[in-house]
């Protein structure tokens, strides 16, 4: 069974900067795409940034310039750098990866940027 914990949320400042992390466990990390997406309230869940295999990533419009998605294959983790943090990014924020073709979400850890 895949599982996905997030940790690293918070209550910050705007122009601040936090860290995520998801640990995965019950699926060959290395080759997993790892993706990290958010919720505000009364909004759908978008995207924010994904990190293949090889390393390589994609970004939102939005978070471009200011989060950096990493991971450590050794640690089976993923991370999120989040810096320049604006109150817009106030968010639920969730890991997200697909093993044998199924999605599989973490519980989200919740990001507050306040003004």
């Known amino acids: 069974q895949v599982q996905l914990v997030e940790s690293g949320g918070g209550l910050v400042q705007a122009g601040g900067s936090l860290r995520l992390s998801c640990i995965a466990s019950?699926?060959?990390?290395?080759?997993?795409?790892m993706s990290w997406y958010r919720q505000a309230p009364g909004k759908q869940r978008e995207f924010v940034a994904r990190?293949?295999?090889?390393?390589?990533?994609l970004y939102a419009d939005s978070v471009k310039g200011r989060f950096t998605i990493s991971r450590d294959n050794a640690k089976n983790t993923v991370y999120l750098q989040m810096n320049s943090l604006k109150p817009d990014d106030t968010a639920v924020y969730y890991c997200?990866?697909?093993?044998?073709?199924?999605?599989?979400w973490g519980r989200g850890t919740q990001v507050t940027v306040s003004s």
């Open positions: 997200k990866t697909i093993s044998r073709a199924m999605p599989y």
């Open positions: 019950g699926t060959i990390f290395s080759i997993n795409a």
């Open positions: 990190i293949f295999s090889d390393g390589s990533t």
